[in-house]
């Protein structure tokens, strides 16, 4: 397998490049609009051709690639079956693998951050999305997301899972890339160390976040698969750059 990780630092995004030597092809799991000329390049030179773009969720923070990379390289967008986005080719459910070449990926149900939120497992590490996080986890206060819903997805699905799984997150604010299944479990502060329903949802519900600066244009803009808007501020250009200079924007 070839695998890269790659940052993309507006949104804090990680992008997974998964490619099968056999075939040739690859997955870009949580592929990123501002990016999108990034990863071409990396295909490219590693002489890979996209076969799939898959998101975990229905991003608030960023918009993703997905459909300018199907118009760019005749790739397929995969995403949860239960969004049922029209613009989307393929619907993952839990207990159906998803495959490609020798890459086998299993996906699993996740809500809490949002309803449709998915995980993805590969031999031996995790895709979390913004279900679990590096010492933490997605937020549960939008888009039908439910804090006694993430713990059970957390506790009851990827805790139970080998302890030295790699977890790769969607997102890191630390500059941090990669835990395991045993270092959360273990240190997490928000869900680690067996903390109890009760203790979590005192947590959850004390962050005071800020209202997501972006997430009145990333989510409809991800439903129809990555559409920029016409609309979007200027202090906000920098989510939708790379589409703003694109000959097919």
């Known amino acids: 397998m070839i695998f890269r990780q790659l940052y993309e630092p507006v949104s804090s995004t990680y992008t997974y490049l998964l490619g099968c030597e056999e075939s040739g092809q ?3 799991v949580d592929p990123v609009i ?3 000329e990034r990863d071409l390049g990396e295909l ?4 890979l051709k996209l076969a799939y773009t898959l998101d975990t969720h229905i991003h608030a923070d960023h918009i993703t690639s997905a459909r300018e990379l199907r118009q760019k390289t005749g790739s397929r967008i995969a995403v949860p079956a239960m969004e049922r986005l029209p613009c989307a080719d393929v619907g993952i459910e839990e207990g159906k693998p998803f ?13 809490g951050h949002t309803d449709g939120h998915f995980a993805y497992r590969l031999n031996d590490r995790i895709f979390t999305g913004d279900a679990l996080l590096i010492d933490g986890c997605g937020r549960t206060d939008f888009q039908n ?5 993430l ?11 080998p302890e030295d799984c790699l977890v790769y997150p969607a997102h890191d604010y630390k500059d941090r890339r990669v835990s395991t299944i045993a270092q959360e479990k273990a240190r997490n502060p ?5 903390k109890s329903l009760e ?6 519900g004390n962050l005071n976040l800020a209202y997501p600066k972006f997430i009145d244009y990333a989510v409809p803009g991800n439903r129809e698969c990555g559409v920029c808007p016409p609309d979007l501020p200027e202090h906000m250009e920098a989510y939708c750059r790379q589409m703003a200079h694109s000959p097919q924007g």
């Open 145 to 149: 997301g439910d804090a006694d819903t």
């Open 44 to 47: 490219s030179r590693l002489g």
């Open 99 to 111: 495959e490609l070449g020798s890459l086998r990926l299993d996906p699993i149900h996740t809500p």
């Open 34 to 36: 501002n990016a999108i």
């Open 190 to 194: 928000r869900l680690g160390r067996a």
């Open 26 to 28: 690859a997955i870009l």
């Open 199 to 204: 203790e979590f949802r005192e947590i959850m």
């Open 151 to 161: 713990y059970r997805s957390v506790t009851e699905k990827l805790f139970t899972l």
